[in-house]
């Protein structure tokens, strides 16, 4: 399995991206859930959502809770984050992940894209 992130850019604050991680190969029991975390320059890698993959169940940070939303599509094998609000602090690389359960730290991730830089100005 391998995990593509797209969609990042250069916007300004207000603005919004929707994040897409493109899923090639066959999905595992190790990769039933899909999340998206960031990563800002000097900052850990923190949570911002996640999806199960069958059930469609969906967790948020409470940073992006009201702004931001994430889907997936099954026949795409798609993961999306829909970022809407767009705030200075959201600046960062964001990157998808699988994992076998729910997960809100980036050690429990199996698998990773490569990431995508969002930058939002003021």
């Known amino acids: 399995v391998q995990l593509q992130a797209s969609g990042g850019g250069l916007v300004q604050a207000g603005d919004s991206l929707r994040l897409s991680c493109a899923i090639s190969?066959?999905?595992?029991?190790?990769?039933?859930?899909m999340t998206w975390f960031r990563q800002a320059p000097g900052k850990e890698r923190e949570f911002v959502a996640g999806?199960?993959?069958?059930?469609?169940?969906?967790r948020y940070a409470d940073s992006v809770k009201g702004r931001f939303t994430i889907s997936r599509d099954s026949g795409e094998y798609t993961v999306y984050l829909q970022m809407n609000s767009l705030e200075p602090e959201d600046t960062a690389v964001y990157y998808c992940?699988?994992?076998?359960?729910?997960?809100?730290?980036?050690?429990?991730?199996?698998?990773w894209g490569q990431g995508t830089q969002v930058t939002v100005s003021s």
């Open positions: 992940a699988t994992s076998p359960g729910v997960i809100t730290l980036a050690l429990g991730a199996r698998l």
């Open positions: 190969g066959r999905l595992t029991t190790s990769d039933n859930y």
């Open positions: 999806i199960s993959w069958r059930e469609g169940r969906k």
